[in-house]
Each structure stands twice: as C-alpha cells, then as structure tokens.
C-alpha cells in the first residue's frame, strides 16, 4: 500500500508538489527558528553561567537581597572550613570564588600624576585553577599580552586598554573602595588585553587574581559569590533545584550572612526568560499546525474536487468509505514526511551554515549590558529538528483529516447518476 | 462685610506671627559668623558604622576659608597616612602604600569618604551658608532641651548638591543641631544630629554629630571633634599638592 501511495505521489505531481512544498517550506522555517532560539538560549545560558551566574552560586542572604547591585561588602570573608564543608556536602559540584568590584582606573604619567582616568567593572578569579580558565576561555579571548602570572598584573579588556591608550606592561593605580567601605589603592601591571565578544565585559572590564582583589579590598579568604558548576559542565535544571533545596534546608539561618544558594534560574530572570522561550516555540509550532493545517484542508478539499470522479467510482466498486478516507489519510502522511523530510534537509543545510558562521549581532548589541555572545549560532540539536518536523507531519494529517470528511457525504445511490453524468 | 474683617483680622496675624520670626538672611549670617574661620585646624574622630563593622579613624584637618582643606590619616593602620587636598573645586588623595597622588573627579565625587555617611561631594560644598543659600524661618521649635529656630534653606544656584535645607538653629548660640538635607526632588537624602556641642572661645562648635545617609543602611557615621583651633597661623606649603607626598 505505501508503495503504491509513494508511486502516486510522484506519477501525479500536481496533487502532491503543492502540499510538499508547503509542508517543506513550514518545516525549513520551524526547524530553523527552533534551532536559532535554541542557540540563542544556550549561548545566554552559557554565558551567564560563565560570567554571572554559574550553575548555581552561594552568596550571603543580605548579598542576595541586592545580588544585581554586587555588593561585594555583604559577601563573604575569612572562608575556609565552609567551602570545604560545602565541597563535602555535595561531591561532584565544582566551587569557585568570585569577586565583583567597580574600581577607578588611574594610568600615572612619567612624573607619576593622573595622565587618564577610567572607570573599570573587575572580575577577580582563581586564575591558578586551570578550570576556570578554561571556563572563562581566557586564552581564547586574550588579544594581547599573557595571562596574569603575578600577584599584581591585571587583564584589561582591549576596548578600555585602547581607549586609555595603553599596552602590556603598563603599570596603573586601581583606585575602589574595600571591603569596609575605606578606600583602597593598589598598583597593578597591566599584562594582557582580552575581548569575550560580550558587550557588558568589553566595555570596561577587568581580570584579576582572586587573591590580588581580596588583598586590594580587604577581604582575607573572601568571595563575593562562589559559583558552583556541575560535573559534565552542562546545566540541568532538575539536578541544581534540588541541590538548591537540599543546600538551603540544611544552612537555613537568621544570620543575614548566612550562605544561600541561587539556581541559575533565580538570576537575570533566566527563569523567566527560558518559559518564555518555551512558550515561543510552542507558540511557533502551535501556529504552524494551525496555519498549514488550513492550507491543507482546502488544498485537501481543491484535491477532492479534482478527484471526485476517481473516488466516486472506487466508492461503486465497492471500496468502503472508511478504507477510502484511510487512504487519503496515509497518502497525506506520506506527502507530510516527504515534505517534511525535505524541509528538514533545507533546515539542516541552512543551521550547519549559521551554526558555522552565525549571526553577528555586534552593532545592535553595542551599549547594552545583556548577557549574550555578540554572534549567535543556530544550535545542532536533533530534537530541535525533530520538533519542526512533527509539526508539519501533524499539519497535513489535520488538513487530510478535515477536507476527507467530504466522503462520508457521498450517496451510494447517486455515484452512478454521478458517474453517468 | 463679615468675610474683609476676617481676611484683615488674619492677614495681621500672619504678619505679627512673621514679624516674632527673625529674618532667615540675618540667622544665616550669625550661624556662618559662628561657624567660619580664617583658618582651623583639627583633629578629628570618625566612627563609621556599617552593617557589617564599626571603623574609627583618626585625622588631623587643615582648614583655610571655604575653599582650602586638608586632611591626614592617622589611624588605622590600613589608612594611616593617606592624605587629601581640596583646593577649590579639585579634591586630590596621596596613597602611601602606592606612592600616588590621585585626582577624584566626575562620579567618584559621589562616592563616600572612608566607607562613612558623606561623600567627596559633601567635602567639596561651600560652608559658606549665605552664599549658597537663601533662607526663611519658619517656626520654631525646643530641640534636645534647646530653644531653636526651624529654618528653611532654598539653594540659589543649581550646582548646589543639597537643593533644599531644613536646620533647627539653636537661638542662642547660632549653632544648627539639626539638619535635613534633600535633592532637588525633596527625596530626604542625609540627616545630620548634633549630639553635643563645646564652647571654643566664643564660639559654640558641635562635639559629636551623627550624619546619616538616608539611603543607605547602617547606623550613620559619628563625627567626633577631639580638638580644634581657629584662626591659627597655618604653613602655606599645607595646602599643597606637594605636601601630600611629604
């Protein structure tokens, strides 16, 4: 029977090339956008977990109450036994400290006055774990110079580093405010230059060792947050709420720095952001059903005028009604898979080249502080095409299933009046 | 007929009631008289008070007219040594474990001084209360056991970081125990509470005052004035950049 349908279809192209093109066509789309937003969302997710988030993160309660403020003077000091407690408590997850500070940038000149002044945003990291590094991709983001090897270098972003007219080996005064609120001062040298491709860290940003950051703003084994990221560096969602739940039962205190712990979806209203996008797709895949569905059922109802003669008679032949709507459902089935198939490919071809070259999104993100990579690659994920191509097999079956009705309408009695005429 | 006479009846009220008032120009300038010198010299406590820590530093302060400051830390340990000038409208910090003199300019005026309740900007206002301010009275009021007067400053240039002012005057010795001060938008933004003032000559000074910025937590920063000299012969050299790295 499939191979009858099959030979069908291609022998009688004009009732089948239209609904394949359409079905092709809705299917290229769907599994394009799919597959976009779901690299867009990874590369968001990615990028906050690398630079703002983590997994999860500990911070201190009263840290918490203003975390998008990074308030590094409510965060944690004299940290030892905890992080090891913590690192107990839940094998596996890999802890980190973090330390955001905003700092005045001074660049002295020969006779050692304010030459330039720039306002930097500092990350400090333990950049002696090779993890991290490798988390942060700091080798790939490094334009020039190398990696702090010293106490006192410093990375400055390429953007700020040009704009203070600046190379490696510059020594410069950092300038910020410590951990009790005093002012601090430090000399650094400036050893590199990196750019992420993330608007919000290029602009200004600053990498220190964390130890270099605690000793600038007093904070003996201090952190302001300590990231935690699961083993196998992919997030799930499941397995870090319920390390959230698990975490905060058992360190649940009135101390306003007491630890708590945020799931990555509690930060940047990731959690939000990531329903909406579900919602997106279903939305996407929703309105493709319904919309194609519709193109079918009257190209369905156009395909049943030009055949009601070859129904008609294979209805006075004895073909039951039932065997013949059948029919029609699985001629539609297979025009949907084709279709489908077809579509899927085209959307393949077209995410294996943006998943390549991407989207450059440099300009429009210029000046914004979202967390996102300024090229955005479309996702190789089979569920993402899997998913665009349900759709379009659900679409023709719809439109089969509503213009087949059509059928049931026939009277046996009049086929051959019919059929005569 | 009823409705002038009551209008009238008031009309002389309100004015008996403004005339008991002294003029606001007048107070404002008894309150600088009393307030300003040539120069001062001092030396100074500073217990600041955060969520997470109490910190007292100790500094010795150089003043000439409204214009020239400076000051060095004694104590603790962390700041001890780092000075700063203001000379005008610039503001410079000397660090000695970097060896820097800084300029502080732009946004960094709004940061705070030493993790306490005032900002740079709040060093760099003019003192001169007359000059920055117009100024009424509008009632008065017995404020910790002392008669005062309720005043009401307008700032007269916009420049001026506290727009309005709100000072309780003690009547007798031109001394504000108390002040508000608010942003253009009247959002109260800093308090400032005398807790015990001193006869210095014939002068009343404050002793011990808490500011506390509105907007931040904590319990406010206690300014403490362990001594104080006015119109004392003072090195010119002092206020210098050059005596920032001495």
Aim: hydrophobic fraction near 45%; include cysteine.
């Amino acid at each position: 029977m499939l191979k009858f349908i099959l030979i069908g279809l291609f022998r009688d192209r004009s009732r089948s090339i239209f609904p394949v093109l359409i079905v092709a066509a809705g299917v290229l789309v769907t599994v394009f956008m799919s597959s976009y937003l779901n690299g867009f969302i990874q590369s968001m997710l990615s990028q906050n977990a690398r630079f703002d988030t983590g997994h999860l993160k500990i911070v201190t309660k009263a840290y918490a109450e203003n975390l998008s403020l990074k308030p590094y003077d409510l965060g944690f000091i004299n940290l030892g036994g905890e992080v090891e407690q913590w690192k107990k408590d839940f094998p596996g997850i890999r802890w980190t400290p973090r330390i955001y500070f905003g700092a005045l940038l001074d660049v002295p000149d020969a006779e050692g006055q304010t030459r330039e002044q720039g306002n930097v945003f500092g990350l400090a990291v333990d950049l002696e774990d090779s993890s991290v590094v490798r988390d942060l991709r700091l080798n790939d983001a490094l334009v020039q110079g190398r990696l702090p090897r010293q106490k006192n270098e410093i990375l400055l972003s390429e953007t700020l580093l040009q704009k203070l007219g600046l190379s490696p080996g510059a020594e410069v005064t950092l300038l910020g405010s410590s951990f009790y609120g005093t002012m601090s001062f430090a000399n650094f040298r400036v050893c590199g230059s990196f750019s992420f491709g993330v608007e919000a860290i290029d602009r200004s940003g600053l990498i220190a060792g964390i130890n270099a950051a605690r000793a600038f703003l007093d904070m003996p084994e201090g952190a302001s947050e300590y990231f935690g990221y699961l083993p196998g560096g992919v997030y799930d969602n499941e397995q870090v709420l319920q390390i959230k739940q698990q975490f905060n039962a058992r360190y649940s205190s009135q101390d306003e720095f007491a630890p708590v712990l945020l799931a990555l979806t509690d930060q940047n209203d990731l959690g939000y952001l990531l329903l909406y996008m579900k919602f997106a797709m279903a939305l996407i895949s929703f309105v493709f059903v319904v919309i194609i569905g519709i193109v079918l059922w009257n190209a369905g109802l156009l395909n049943g005028i030009r055949r009601y003669g070859e129904f008609g008679l294979r209805l006075a032949l004895g073909e039951s009604k039932k065997h013949l709507y059948a029919w029609l459902v699985m001629e539609a089935l297979v025009t949907g898979l084709v279709g489908s198939a077809l579509g899927a490919g085209l959307g393949i071809l077209a995410i294996l080249y943006f998943h390549a070259h991407g989207f450059n999104f440099t300009t429009l993100l210029r000046d914004t502080s979202f967390m996102v990579e300024n090229v955005i690659y479309t996702s190789l994920d089979w569920k993402n095409i899997l998913l665009g191509i349900l759709p379009g097999v659900l679409a023709t079956l719809l439109g089969a299933l509503l213009a087949g009705i059509g059928i049931f309408k026939r009277r046996t009695s009049q086929l051959f009046q019919e059929l005569e005429a | 007929m009823i409705k002038p006479v009551i209008l009238l009846i008031l009309s002389l009220l309100a004015a008996q009631l403004c005339a008991a008032y002294p003029d606001g120009g007048d107070l404002l300038g008894k309150i600088d008289k009393n307030m300003l010198s040539s120069t001062m010299k001092a030396k100074t406590t500073m217990i600041v008070q955060t969520r997470r820590a109490t910190r007292t530093l100790v500094s010795n302060n150089w003043s000439q007219g409204s214009q020239k400051a400076f000051s060095e830390y004694l104590s603790p340990a962390r700041e001890k040594g780092t000075k700063m000038l203001r000379d005008g409208d610039n503001l410079w910090i000397y660090d000695p474990g970097t060896d820097r003199v800084i300029q502080i300019s732009g946004n960094m005026l709004k940061q705070s001084v030493m993790g306490s309740d005032l900002s740079y900007e709040d060093m760099m206002e003019e003192t001169n209360l007359q000059k920055s301010y117009s100024s009424q009275v509008t009632g008065e009021k017995v404020y910790e056991g002392r008669d005062c007067w309720i005043m009401q400053l307008n700032a007269r240039k916009a420049d001026v970081t506290y727009q309005k002012v709100v000072l309780y005057v003690d009547k007798k010795r031109f001394l504000p125990l108390y002040e508000e001060l608010y942003a253009k938008s009247g959002k109260l933004l800093k308090t400032m509470r005398v807790q015990e003032v001193m006869q210095v000559g014939s002068r009343w000074y404050p002793k011990k005052a808490l500011y506390k910025d509105e907007l931040k937590d904590g319990k406010g920063t206690l300014f403490i004035i362990n001594s104080v000299q006015f119109d004392v012969k003072l090195p010119a050299h002092i206020f210098t950049k050059a005596a920032l790295k001495k």
